[in-house]
């Protein structure tokens, strides 16, 4: 899918309308190339579900390939907004943009239909490399999640998510089971640096386990939370076997902050 320019409510800026006709139904994309794709909602590259008859399948990408995509609402490449469980896979993001929140990937599992609810039991993000991803929020420059209940999400250390410059919280979460595992997030850059690892949302729970926070944090500009800022009513953040070096700067701020645990 390549040089696409949609203005939709759904589809992304791939233009494809997967209609599951209320069945659980099971869409895979292998080694798929969405390029320079332009959406003015959501999910630059790819979006599906949040309708009544598009939200119930399951997702699988593997191998692709998400370069030059942007989304004015959320999720520079991807937006999945489904409620079974997907897999993102030994995928590449290179220089997506979403202006709402997730450079990269949007992810929403919550949706209704008439009075019932629907949840996704799972998500899992691994083997996948991150560059330059980036959204004018500042809120998820490679992952956005919202609205997701009960979804267990697992983003996992084979992912690259080493940071070049881009602005903001790596991570933004509105998930009550958030793992991120043997990650590490670092910078690589002769600029400055102006970012955190995740900004955990009210309600929210997240579990970092045997993660490592690198010169992570803010020089340019004053924050609390240089590697992870847990807001107001954030719910539990865990971490477990985690080391933090060189975050933060000389003012005095945290690299952990929370005003709620």
């Known amino acids: 899918w390549l040089d696409n320019k949609l203005n939709s409510l759904y589809g992304g800026g791939s233009g494809l309308w997967l209609d599951s006709k209320k069945r659980a139904t099971i ?12 959406q003015t909602g959501n999910g630059g590259g790819f979006q599906d579900g949040k309708t ?3 939200f119930q399948k399951y997702l699988n990408f593997r191998g692709c390939t998400f370069n030059n995509n ?11 907004q489904t409620v079974y469980p ?6 590449t993001f290179n220089n997506n943009n979403a202006a709402l929140g997730g450079g990269a990937i949007y992810i929403e599992t919550t949706q209704s239909s008439g009075n019932v609810q629907y949840v996704a039991e799972s998500g899992s993000i691994k083997n ?15 992952l956005f999640i919202e609205n997701s209940l009960s979804t267990e999400i697992t983003f996992s ?7 070049k410059g881009e602005r903001g919280s790596v991570i933004y979460t509105q998930c009550k089971n958030l793992y991120a595992n043997d990650l590490t997030f670092d910078f690589d850059s002769a600029g400055e640096r102006n970012f ?3 900004l955990i949302a009210p309600g929210s729970k997240a579990t970092f386990t045997n993660c490592e926070f690198t010169g992570t944090g803010y020089t340019t500009n004053s924050q609390n939370g240089h590697a992870v800022l847990a807001q107001n009513n954030a719910e539990r953040v ?6 933090f070096s060189n975050c933060g700067n000389n003012n005095r701020e945290y690299a952990i902050y929370s005003t709620s645990l």
């Open 196 to 198: 955190r690892a995740a």
């Open 157 to 163: 250390g084979n992912n690259k998510v080493t940071n």
């Open 128 to 142: 996948c490399e991150f560059s330059n991803c980036v959204t004018e929020s500042e809120n998820g420059t490679i």
């Open 86 to 91: 997907f897999t993102i896979d030994g995928c």
């Open 238 to 243: 865990v971490f477990d076997r985690c080391t």
């Open 27 to 38: 869409f895979s994309f292998e080694n798929c190339f969405f390029e320079r794709n332009t």
């Open 52 to 54: 009544g008859t598009t």
């Open 70 to 80: 942007e989304a004015r609402g959320k999720g520079g490449a991807i937006a999945i």
